[in-house]
């Protein structure tokens, strides 16, 4: 179904419009900067072939990444009173068309469906709009902490292992950014001790916050 095929397919999709606006800088040793596209070297960013790409995955980026999650929830919301109404995961046979949304959540939290694909969409696309890594790795903790933090407040799914897993699985993603962060930093002894100490302080603030949990 259409539903099925949009949460399979929206994300590789999206990734591969937002590295439609991306470039990357050179320096010809005339004090001249050049500017590629970086998903495609053989594109000038200078170019009116550039300008084309861009103006279509433009157009695209609306319809798609942002369009769909905001039509996906209003779907859903049109559909609030049944779906919150249901006694069992999937529903009647009028929400068939809708269960692999709202399926894996309690009927008060249908709305999750829209946040965790804004988050997957935030983590795996929207950070390609940046062209500073600093930014992209400052933009993903903000989202990776955010994801965590969400999960743990809304206890969405509809058993609580599948809490757990989801809350579990956010952890995961935010180590792989914290690696990354340290990957980035400068090589110097104060910048790993500045660093160290921001990140041990982040993870006892919400090892904190989940003990309280």
Sequence with gaps: SITSHTRILLVGVSITICKSFGCTDFDDGTNTK????????????????YTSIT?????????LP??????MH???RANKDVIEARTTRTGGEELDHLAVWFAPYKPTKWWFAT?????????????????SSLVQIQMALLLGTSGIVGTQEAAPHWTPVADRVQYGCGWIILGCIVALVLMASEPTHENQVMMSLALLGA??????YEYKW
């Design 34 to 49: 050049l500017q590629y596209l970086t998903a495609d070297m053989r594109v000038d960013c200078a170019s009116d072939e």
């Design 55 to 63: 103006s279509y995955a433009g157009v695209m980026l609306v319809l």
């Design 66 to 71: 942002v369009g769909v999650p905001l039509t």
């Design 74 to 76: 209003a779907i859903l």
């Design 115 to 131: 946040f965790d694909m804004l988050r997957r969409l935030s983590l795996t696309s929207f950070l390609l709009l940046f062209t």
């Design 203 to 208: 993870i006892v603030g919400l090892a904190v």
